[in-house]
Antibody, heavy 122, light 107 residues
Framework: QVQLVQSGSEVKNPGASVKVSCKAS????????INWVRQAPGQGLEWMGW????????TYAGGFRGRFVFSLDTSVSTAYLQISSLKAEDTAVYYC???????????????WGQGTLVTVSS | DIQMTQSPSTLSASVGDRVTITCRAS??????LAWYQQKPGKAPNLLIY???TLESGVPSRFSGSGSGTEFTVTISSLQPDDFATYYC?????????FGQGTKVEIK
């Protein structure tokens, strides 16, 4: 069965960097893009963008250009989210998610990782 | 960007109640709308896609309707497991956007 397993919680100082991993299993990794979604404490869901796992090119939503980088290691079926120059407002749970699986780009998120809490605090 | 607005933000209801949550899009999204349920500390779970198609394994007490800019999800008879937060999401055009959420709590 499809599974997305994310790395564990992180506590970082302001200005540091963090790298969150999302390991996929149960399907051919390069068939479906990986999306990233942020949820700040007590807040709603915010789509950050996606990475094409076949060619590796990322697409970022407007508020996530610059300090946020999506990357891949297809040899281990893993996607990464790196955030640099961390700020207190980056404190959130970060989810990776995969489309449900229709043969179309218009597809909802059918599979989610369990989430990774990143806490930025001095 | 397409703005998604849910109402109400919070809904107090009892087991057995019929519950309806509304989601409005700032422009037409055809039927490219999904509903998710999220419980505290857990990832969201897909309930309905393409506005009215029930995801496999989701109880039939959930139903979705609408097209264009106005959508609803209805729980025909609220069960204890249904107390959670519900989000709509449009996937008509990038950036994909979510509603702010509706918390269904015990009355």
């Amino acid at each position: 069965q499809v599974q997305l397993v994310q790395s564990g919680s992180e506590v970082k100082n302001p200005g540091a960097s963090v790298k969150v991993s999302c390991k996929a299993s149960g399907y051919t990794f390069t068939t479906y893009s990986i999306n990233w979604v942020r949820q700040a404490p007590g807040q709603g869901l915010e789509w950050m963008g996606w990475i094409n796992t076949n060619v590796g090119n990322p697409t970022y939503a407007g508020g996530f250009r610059g300090r946020f980088v999506f990357s891949l290691d297809t040899s281990v079926s893993t996607a990464y989210l790196q955030i640099s120059s961390l700020k207190a407002e980056d404190t959130a749970v970060y989810y990776c998610a995969r489309l449900r699986g229709a043969a179309t780009a218009r597809d909802p998120f059918g599979y989610w990782g369990q989430g990774t809490l990143v806490t930025v605090s001095s | 960007d397409i703005q998604m607005t849910q109402s109400p933000s919070t809904l107090s209801a009892s087991v057995g109640d019929r519950v309806t949550i509304t989601c409005r899009a700032s422009q037409s999204i055809s039927s490219w709308l999904a509903w998710y349920q999220q419980k505290p500390g857990k990832a969201p779970n897909l309930l309905i896609y393409k506005a009215s198609t029930l995801e496999s394994g989701v109880p039939s007490r959930f139903s979705g309707s609408g097209s264009g800019t106005e959508f609803t999800v209805t729980i025909s008879s609220l069960q204890p497991d249904d107390f959670a937060t519900y989000y709509c999401q449009q996937y008509n055009s990038y950036p994909w956007t979510f509603g702010q959420g509706t918390k269904v709590e015990i009355k």
